[in-house]
Structure formats: structure tokens, C-alpha cells
């Protein structure tokens, strides 16, 4: 029995859930806790919702709250949305909590004492209307590169990361006065000092997946640069050194925690040290588009305070909408509770998976949702059980019938059911959770074609010995997909339970 460290990755509290936000990270870590809770392993599964950095700030300036009042309302649409869908966290917290500020500025201290944080006089906007230094996100102005408006941080029409002072006439989102460069101190990390340690721990870690291996290789062949660890704002967690009053920690610094302090959040609720799952297995699960983060800026930080490194980084690809990029600003997207309204959540965690394997980038349609919860889910697995079902109660009484003189293909079925949950788990435990469910799938098919040859309906008229070592084996089956579909579709896994009275858990 192993100890198993799952987190997933902080939804950021301005705005709710996404089908994409489900489909990369948090069904998959899912599916993974479960199975191992299940295969006997013990399983401390947490996240938190991220709620500093600049967004949210501005979000809370353009509506006259305070930013704490934004990331509630968010924060308690993203645990619907996630319970909606049934993840099973064990703890899921907030980086506002209390002991988060207190782990968060501990590591900080440690990692400035250790000498791997020092200040550094920078360049930066300040609007002198306002009268403050402006972060990224509250400065906007003309790309210097394509000429199109663009964020202080970054241009979305040609993807160019920004510095606010590279803009082009470049605005205060505040006010909208021009603001003026003038010297800040702040303080960096000192990432490039990990450069050799990373390229070990990226080539020779066997847990890391290829698109997560790749991505990180690319970035350290460039070489590492320190990367800057605080912002001068009010909104976060403040620096814990003398004389950095109205500094913050930048929410890249501290975001990461919300892992370990989520976790020791878990540790005060039930008595038990998280930190024996820490020195488990670690596994991460993130969308792509913070593999930089989570392969490179978070081990380094690790590094420095002496921590053990995170096993695997399992990394899910986008997920489009119906041929497009899914975008919140224009609103093309599926929100979770919108779909939830209307279907039953384990319909969507079955289509998201088996729609295409998570390293890859997939579409969701509502054409191929539709086709594939009938063609697959309905007509395959669900006709078969429903066939045996009411066979079973039809001819024996609802009781399972006995099995003796197998004929060849009983023998042969008989095999594929035993094989099933091996093959399965293995799957699931490779991180190849597409592929154990095309297994039950193709195994489905298998029965409905094995209960068609045998034709039950004549056998009891005409040879009930064959009638009952049919309906002994279909109810095998039918037990087996009961646990191996619990991972995947929980509820629906549950009610085959209750039907054949085997314990849901």
C-alpha cells in the first residue's frame, strides 16, 4: 500500500468552471483517485482556489468591492461546479485562508535567508494620478510588436509576452492617465541558480510524461532567468521583510502552496501529517498552458527549501468548442453549471474522456456528445445491462443462475471478464485513462455479442443449462463494470451496484 499526493491545479477565483478546466485537470486527477483509493493505496487529494494577483484586483475596482468579495462569490461557484461533477477532493481550500499566508511567507523568509531572494532596482509604471506603481494588469496600451491593443503583460492577438513598459502608449486602467517610469525596488528569485539541477531532474525523471519533458527541455536550452517574486499592490500576501511594506508576493510565488497548505489544512481537520504524502508519490495534475510553472519555477523553488520534488506532471491539452478556441471574454464557452442544468454530470465525464486521450488537444461538439453517449454508453453498455437485468429477473427470479459445463465460448468469455480488471487498472495507474474506458467499451461488446450468439431467450426452452451459464456470465460482467466504471462515472456506477447488491463502495 502506497501513500499518494494528488493536487490539481488553482482554478483562479474570477470566474467559474469550464468544460476545459474539467477535461484537463480535474476529471483525470479524479479518475486516478479513485482508482488507487480503491486498489487499497491511501490518497490525500487537494486543491485550493487562487485568489490574488491583479485580475482580480481590477475585477474589484471596475465593480466598487473589495477584491476579498469577488473571490468568494467565484470561489463558491468553482466548489459547485466541482461537486456538481463529483471530485473527490479530500480537502479543497482558499489561498486567502490564514495558515496559506502563514506557510507562504515562511517559504518566502526561508528562501530570502538562504540568500536565493534579493532585491533589485527595476523599471516600472506608475501613475501619478493614482498615485502607485502599476502591475501588468492595470496597464493597457498599443503592442509594440502587431500594433493592436494589448494588456501590460501580455498581447492576445499575437501572443506576445509583454513588459508594461514596452507598450505603446500605455494607459491606467484606473484613471486612464499616461502613466511615467520611475525606479522600484523588487525582489527576485534566483531560478537560473537551478538551471543544472532541472535539466537532471527533467531528463532522468521517469514519471514525466513527453509533453511535459519537451516543453521544460525547450525552456532550459534557452537558460534560465531569475524570475521577479513580488508586485507593489495591496491585493495579496504581504512581503515579510522589513522595509518591503506595500509589497506582495507575486501569485506565481505563492499559488503553488496552496497545494502544501491545503494540505496541512486537511492535517488540522484529521489529525494525520500530510507530509507522509508528500514523500509518497506527488502527482500534479495541470492544463498545458502552465507546464512552465509547474516543471521548472515550482521544483526550483522546492529545491531551495529543501523539499522533495514532485514524481509526475500529468499536463491535459486544450479542449475547443465546436471547432473553436474557447474564449470567456467572448463568452464561447460550456460552463459547468449550465451543463449540469440539463444533463447528468457522469454523461460529460464519460464524453470528455473518451472523446480523445488528454495529451492531445480535442474538440467538444454537440453532435459527437450526443452520438457517442448513444452509440456507446446507451447502446452498448447500457443495452447489455438492461438484457441481463431483465433476463435475470425474467427467467431466474432475479437470482444469478449456476455455471457448470462451460461450452467453448463460455470458456472464452469467462477469460475476457477476468482479464478486464488487470487490464483496467493498469491503464488507469499508466495515466491512460482514455484507453481503460475504450477497454470496458470494447469489452461491452464483446458480451453483447456473446449474449446474441448464445440466444438466452431460446436456451430456456430448449437448453437451460446454456441459458444459465449465459445470464451467470453477462451478471460476471455486469459486476465487473459495476467497480470498473466507478472511476469514470460514479453515479451511474453506483445504481448497477444497488441493482445487483454489491456494496457502492
Known sequence: MSKIFISCALPYANGPCHLGHLRSTYIPADIYARYNRMAGNEVLMVCATDEHGTPIAVKADAEGKEPIEVAKRYHDMIVEDINSCDISFDNFARTTDEIHYQISQNFFKYLYDKGLIYEETIQQL???????????????????????????????????ALDPIELVEPKCL????????RDSIQY????????????????????LPPNVRNYAQNWLKEGLQDWIMTRDMKW???????????????????????YMSSAAAWSRRTGIPWEDYWNGHVVHFIGKDIIYHHSLFWPAMLLGRDCKLPDD??????????????????????????????????????????????????DFSWDEFQRRVNDELADVIGNFLHRTFTFTKKFFDGKVPEYKNPSEADLEFEQAIKELPDKVGDLIADMKFREGLVEIILTAKKGNKYFNDQEPWKAVKED???ASNCLYLSNQL???????????????????CEIINIPTE
Not at 484606473?174 to 517610469?181: D, E, F
Open 236 to 258: 495579496g500576501i504581504p512581503v515579510p521583510l522589513e522595509g518591503a511594506e506595500g509589497k506582495v508576493i507575486y501569485v506565481w510565488g505563492e499559488a503553488f502552496i496552496g
Open 313 to 362: 506532471i500529468f499536463a491535459g491539452e486544450f479542449l475547443s468548442l465546436e471547432g473553436r478556441k474557447m474564449s470567456t471574454s467572448k463568452n464561447w464557452v460550456v460552463w459547468v453549471a449550465d451543463f449540469v442544468k440539463d444533463f447528468d454530470s457522469d454523461l460529460l465525464r464519460y464524453y470528455l474522456t473518451i472523446n480523445a486521450p488528454l495529451n492531445k488537444d480535442t
Open 464 to 466: 437451460m443449462e446454456k
Open 174 to 181: 484606473t484613471c486612464g492617465n499616461t502613466p511615467v517610469i
Open 126 to 160: 506608475y501613475c501619478e494620478n493614482c498615485e502607485k506603481f502599476l502591475p501588468d494588469r492595470y496597464v493597457e496600451g498599443i503592442c509594440p510588436v502587431c500594433g493592436a491593443e494589448a494588456r501590460g503583460d501580455h498581447c492576445e492577438v499575437c501572443g506576445r
Open 478 to 496: 455486469c459486476k465487473a463494470m459495476a467497480v470498473l466504471l466507478k472511476p469514470y462515472i460514479p453515479n451511474k456506477a453506483d445504481a448497477i
Open 188 to 207: 527576485f528569485f534566483k531560478l537560473s541558480h537551478f538551471q543544472k539541477p532541472l535539466e537532471e531532474y527533467i531528463s532522468t525523471n521517469p514519471y
